[in-house]
């Protein structure tokens, strides 16, 4: 296995938080960048790296209004983190967003919220 040059990058954990850009595409809370002021790109785990292309087109993917655009971009930044082996998953986070005896959610995997989930009860 090739040694891994950590010079660049500085991961704490990891997020799906891009699923709501592209479904389908979940890791790109890991191009989370900094270069002295630090891109407010992720929603719940601090990922940072040092790549430039890696910044330059998280930061496209987020503020790109076309799908299919925004679809690609953020390929792109997959295609960097699977070749860089950015990925570290150190925890998966549980999370709780309403709760209610009367209402029942069946939890997915990808931590998507959709409304055909729930369940209602008398």
Request: glycine share 6%; no cysteine; charged share 20%.
């Amino acid at each position: 296995m090739p040694e891994m040059d950590l010079t660049r990058r500085r991961l704490m954990g990891s997020a799906p938080s891009a699923a709501f850009l592209a479904p389908g595409i979940g890791f790109a809370s890991l191009a989370r960048a900094q270069a002295g002021a630090r891109l407010r790109i992720g929603l719940a785990a601090p990922n940072t790296t040092l790549d430039p292309h890696l910044q330059s087109s998280a930061k496209q993917a987020t503020r790109a209004m076309d799908n299919d655009k925004r679809a690609k971009l953020l390929a792109e930044v997959n295609e960097i983190v699977f070749a860089d082996r950015a990925i570290l998953p150190l925890h998966h986070e549980g999370l709780t967003w309403a709760a209610k005896k009367s209402i029942g959610y069946t939890p997915r995997a990808d931590q998507y919220t959709l409304a055909m989930n729930f369940t209602t009860s008398s």
